[in-house]
């Protein structure tokens, strides 16, 4: 029996075409179409006046804190579960990563989280849209606004998820996106940067080309800066993973509905939480079992392996890891984060490919009723 993918694209002849379109034409005076057509598209989506398409989300956020002007001496506050791409451009710009607790449902940030982790030296806040959830950003706007702090949402795993209407993305000073091979929409390796002010697109846009400005020809570059560029080839997936945006999102939410009806009379477990005045986009369907549980994630990973199914672990919080090791604000958040050390190792993710048959869910809810029943 073939194994179940944890992720993976739905590619239609559109992508085909509009990619080859790019291949064939995309060169000379023509060379930015798709990247200008993909970033109005986006902004128009997202309801943003402004987004620039660039080579990775982990770009975006470093691009979004460089502009910002956060460096040497800054503290930025990020949810202490969440890939390190959220965290590690802190340090590319030299400032230091604190890492908060999260709200126990929503996996995410807390007001009381970014409370604890408030100091003389907070800059800003990364709030972080997991497995397409989403925090409770009224409050966290609120706490960012009181304070003086810019609000960076990474709303890498969720485009397509809405709270109280508003898109993912765009209810921070600035918004990031990935479009990594595993996410809802692809163009391969990929990101984009979305903002409502002039002032930071404008610094973003000098800063990812060599601290030029747009169109420069001269090669006349007034500071040292970076080179983040998406090709045209991506731009050009991207521009028709963008058109069929609202098919692939129906289609997570499908995958998790089918998942959620099967595991309805399941105790112990919980899935990812979808609050009133969000829609989730479910990016990966996450399971978390009661602490309770006589198995840890690590015993559940090795069971799905076993039957062919492919499953990844929940986040281990990024305190724990031996790349903050030295870091004492890592040690704090250790012995602070209760609910981000509760949550990890009883997590995992489902497969969530939107290549997924209700029949391909239905075989791995039966292999977790066996797997618990054991
Ligand atoms: C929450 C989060 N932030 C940032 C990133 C980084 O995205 P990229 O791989 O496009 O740099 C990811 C990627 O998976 C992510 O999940």
């Not at 979004?64 to 590319?92: F, N, R």
């Not at 991207?238 to 959620?260: H, N, P, T």
């Amino acid at each position: 029996m073939a194994r179940i993918p944890i992720a993976g694209p739905w590619i239609t002849q559109k992508e085909i075409d509009y990619v080859t379109d790019a291949v064939s034409h995309a060169w000379y005076d023509q060379a930015g179409m798709y990247n200008q057509k993909f970033e109005s598209a986006f902004a128009a989506y997202l309801g943003v006046p402004y987004a620039v398409s660039l080579p990775s989300c982990t770009s975006a956020l470093h691009l979004a804190l460089a502009a910002l002007g956060i460096g040497e001496g800054d503290e930025v506050i990020v949810p202490d579960l969440t890939w390190i791409a959220t965290s590690a451009p802190i340090s590319y710009v030299g400032a230091t990563p604190v890492f908060a607790d999260v709200d126990p449902l929503s996996w995410c940030l807390s007001v009381e989280g970014l409370q604890a982790c408030l100091s003389p030296k907070t800059r800003a806040v990364i709030s972080v849209d997991l497995y397409g959830g989403m925090p409770d950003y009224q409050p966290l706007r609120q706490f960012c606004q009181q304070h003086g702090l810019a609000l960076i949402e990474d709303a890498a795993e969720a485009i397509g998820s809405t709270y109280q209407g508003i898109r993912a993305g765009s209810l921070g000073d600035v918004g990031t996106f990935s479009f990594h091979g595993s996410k809802t929409l692809t163009t391969g390796e990929g990101g984009m940067l979305v903002t409502a002010s002039e002032e930071i697109w404008k610094r973003v846009q000098f800063l990812r080309d060599h601290g030029r400005v747009p169109g420069d020809k001269l090669f006349w570059n007034s500071e040292v800066a970076f080179k983040y560029k998406m090709s045209s080839l991506q731009a050009a997936l991207g521009l028709a993973q963008l058109e069929r945006i609202e098919d692939l999102v129906a289609r997570k939410r499908e995958i998790f509905s089918w998942y959620q009806q099967s595991l309805a009379g399941l105790k112990g477990i919980s899935l990812n939480a979808e609050p009133a005045g969000v829609s989730n986009s479910y990016w990966m369907v996450t399971l978390v079992l009661d602490r309770s549980s006589s198995l840890d994630k690590e015993a559940l990973l090795a069971a799905f392996k076993q039957r062919g199914i492919d499953c990844r672990p929940f986040f281990y919080p990024l305190s724990s890891l031996p790349a903050y090791a030295a870091l004492p604000q890592a040690q704090t958040a250790a012995e602070q984060n209760q609910h981000a050390y509760q949550i990890s190792p009883y997590g995992i993710n489902l497969p969530s490919a939107l290549s997924l048959t209700q029949a391909d869910v239905e075989a791995v809810c039966q292999q977790l009723r066996e797997i618990l029943a054991d």
